[in-house]
């Protein structure tokens, strides 16, 4: 497997590394956020006269959402962790080592999904 009309290894690198730091951002803001959305719906439940369960639901959805996302996050991170450190192994290689083809396919696939400008760049 060819990579897409090659690379360079002195930008890919930091971009990768800067990725792993923006993954590591938005996943902070999504768990602070999270916390957030507990209390509201610890707060719909506890009301006394008619407890708001559908809001809460809905929230409850919303929270779990996020929850997913940041494991994905934290996915991704791993993963460009991983192409980082392996740099000196595709650079010395025709075509993409086998063990690392899903991950590039994996940043591949998910560049388009999240919102890391540095993952579009890779």
């Given at each position: ?11 890919l ?25 507990i209390?509201?719906i ?5 009301e ?25 996050y ?21 075509e ?27």
């Open positions: 497997m060819n990579l897409f009309g090659g690379y360079k290894a002195s930008k690198k930091p971009q990768l590394k800067m990725a792993v730091t923006r993954f590591q951002i938005a996943a902070n803001k999504k768990s602070a956020l999270s916390k957030q959305q209390r509201e610890a707060t719909l439940l506890a006394k006269p008619n407890p708001k369960e559908e809001k809460a639901r809905i929230k409850a959805e919303s929270l779990i959402r996020d929850d997913n996302t940041v494991e994905a934290e996915i991704l991170q791993l993963t460009c962790d991983l192409l980082a450190e392996r740099i000196n192994l595709i650079t010395h290689s025709r993409c080592p086998p063990d690392l083809v899903s991950s590039v396919s994996t940043l591949i696939w998910a560049s388009t999904m999240v919102d890391i400008p540095e993952l579009i760049e890779v």
